[in-house]
């Protein structure tokens, strides 16, 4: 168990079960979280028996945002430096070998929204609440937000969002591909572990190529990114999780991956 302020973290069955614990604040996102959760992102990309992490928050938030009262004190090149902060946090999520799974349990507004968004996958409660809010404040967002949404929802969406502020519920965001799954609240960790123990079972490195592939894949053209596809393909394909998955398959049994 690794000692934080701000997060919780767990590893268990080979999943790392991250939880950003500031209830009192609607998880916003500080300094300090944001340092925790580079730290513990690192460790869960160098860790041989992590597979998957789940990210979620404590309380009725998943995260609020960036904090709001930390950024009014900011003067405008330290408000720079924030923002070049969170988007190492953001890509280093986003470019982790193991696949991360956010279970976005309630509030998920500004910077809580961009953290989902890097994320893998979004399973949601159908409590919880998207949206992109900072033009109420006098900024835009800043972690990535108006890069990642309009890649996920359409160039069209984001703007509308953006430049509205509105909030969405789960099943509108379900709705625009902002997330993929929207489950009773008290069901969503149970199935964001069971998601990540599945896809935890699958061969490692064919999942972290697949990753690989569709997250360079996307900011390519198609020519550049199918070539990109044959180079991750290539490297699955020369691994010896390859000839066990296949091995295994014909001889009607499970296989046996050894990240290798
Ligand atoms: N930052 C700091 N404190 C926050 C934040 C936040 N983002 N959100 C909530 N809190 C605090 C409140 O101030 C309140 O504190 P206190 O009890 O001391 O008054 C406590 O959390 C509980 O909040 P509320 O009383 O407001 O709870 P409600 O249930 O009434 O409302 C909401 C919950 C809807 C989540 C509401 O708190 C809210 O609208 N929060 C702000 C949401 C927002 O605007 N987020 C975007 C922030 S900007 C951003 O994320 C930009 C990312 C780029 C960073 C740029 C760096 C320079």
């Not at 972290?208 to 991750?232: H, P, Q, R, T, Y």
Request: proline share 3%; net charge negative.
């Amino acid at each position: 168990m690794r000692d934080y302020k701000t997060i919780l973290f767990e590893e268990r069955d080979g999943i790392g079960f991250v939880t950003i614990n500031r209830p009192d604040a609607m998880n916003a996102l500080n300094g300090d979280v944001l340092d925790e959760l580079a730290d513990v992102f690192a460790y869960i990309g160098s860790a041989d028996a992590i597979r998957a992490a789940i990210l979620t928050g404590t309380g009725k938030a998943f995260v609020a945002g960036a904090d709001i009262a930390h950024m009014r004190t900011l003067a405008a090149a330290e408000g720079r430096d924030l923002i070049i902060k969170g988007q190492r946090v953001m890509a280093l999520i986003e470019n982790t070998d193991k696949p991360v799974i956010a279970a976005v349990n309630g509030y998920a507004l500004g910077g809580g929204c961009e953290l989902a968004m890097a994320c893998d996958i979004r399973l949601a409660s159908e409590k919880a609440l998207f949206g992109q809010p900072e033009v109420n404040l006098g900024i835009i967002p800043g972690f990535g937000g108006t890069q990642r949404l309009p890649r996920l929802v359409g160039k069209g969406m984001a703007k509308y969002l953006i430049m509205s502020a509105e909030t969405l519920r789960a099943d509108e965001a379900l709705r625009i591909g902002l997330v993929e799954k929207v489950l009773p609240p008290e069901q969503l960790l149970a199935e964001a572990e069971k998601l990540a123990k599945t896809i935890a079972s699958k061969a490692p490195i064919a999942v972290k190529m697949a990753k690989l592939a569709i997250n360079k894949g996307v900011s390519l053209d198609l020519d550049s990114a199918v070539a990109f596809e044959a180079e991750a393909f290539a490297g699955a394909f020369a691994s010896d999780d390859r000839v066990e998955g296949m091995q295994a398959f014909l001889e009607k049994r499970p296989a046996d991956f050894k990240n290798k």
